[in-house]
T-cell receptor, first 117, second 115 residues
Framework: AQKVTQAQTEISVVEKEDVTLDCVYE???????LFWYKQPPSGELVFLIR??????QNEISGRYSWNFQKSTSSFNFTITASQVVDSAVYFC??????????????FGKGMKLTVNP | GAVVSQHPSWVICKSGTSVKIECRSL??????MFWYRQFPKQSLMLMAT?????????EQGVEKDKFLINHASLTLSTLTVTSAHPEDSSFYIC???????????FGPGTRLTVT
């Protein structure tokens, strides 16, 4: 079965520190997709990245970067020079199928990041 | 980008009453929508998958008679919590499946409080 583990539950850092959010997954599929979402205090999920299992290149978007390693089944997320606005709960998610065959996502438990000024 | 709205954003109701939550895709058609429930400090738990024109598919352990889902058009899915009880108080989030595989567009959520 599909499973996503975010071992860290809460992290607190001081502004400008770098922080890495870990995500380890288990999948029965050879082709799969991994996601990261941000949930700020307002509650609305914000899409950050979608990664296909065939694409193992690391990705950088501004202060955000992602390290995908199939060998260790990990898809870690790093925020460089963190800012107070980065404070949120971050979810890692993995593709799956419903009983009816529809695509769905399995979410990790989330990691609450607090960036202090 | 694709926008999904939910209405209401928050609702308080009395125990035993029913509450309807709407989920709309504003600028795209969504044949598949999802309903999630999120308890405080917990992850999103998928409740059901809603397909336009057909019956919803419920996840194991979700009472289909309590959580009625109707996906009557390509832009609207509704979740009705029937005979709500305090334990149904939660944050309900809908999402719509886009054109890109597995990519879901999330609504802002509805906070339900049952007193």
């Amino acid at each position: 079965a599909q499973k996503v583990t975010q071992a860290q539950t809460e992290i607190s850092v001081v502004e400008k520190e770098d922080v890495t959010l870990d995500c380890v997954y288990e999948t029965r599929d050879t082709t799969y997709y991994l996601f990261w979402y941000k949930q700020p205090p307002s509650g609305e999920l914000v899409f950050l990245i979608r990664r296909n299992s065939f694409d193992e290149q690391n990705e950088i978007s501004g202060r955000y970067s992602w390290n995908f390693q199939k060998s260790t089944s990990s898809f870690n997320f790093t925020i460089t020079a963190s800012q107070v606005v980065d404070s949120a709960v971050y979810f890692c998610a993995l593709s799956d199928y419903t009983q009816g065959g529809s695509e769905k996502l399995v979410f990790g438990k989330g990691m609450k990041l607090t960036v202090n000024p | 980008g694709a926008v999904v709205s939910q209405h209401p954003s928050w609702v308080i109701c009395k125990s035993g009453t029913s509450v309807k939550i709407e989920c709309r895709s504003l600028d795209f058609q969504a044949t598949t929508m999802f309903w999630y429930r999120q308890f405080p400090k917990q992850s999103l738990m998928l409740m059901a998958t809603s397909n336009e024109g057909s019956k919803a598919t419920y996840e194991q352990g979700v009472e289909k008679d309590k959580f009625l889902i109707n996906h009557a058009s390509l832009t609207l899915s509704t979740l009705t919590v029937t005979s709500a009880h305090p334990e149904d108080s939660s944050f309900y989030i809908c999402s719509a499946l886009g054109q890109v595989r597995y990519e879901q567009y999330f609504g802002p959520g509805t906070r339900l409080t049952v007193t």
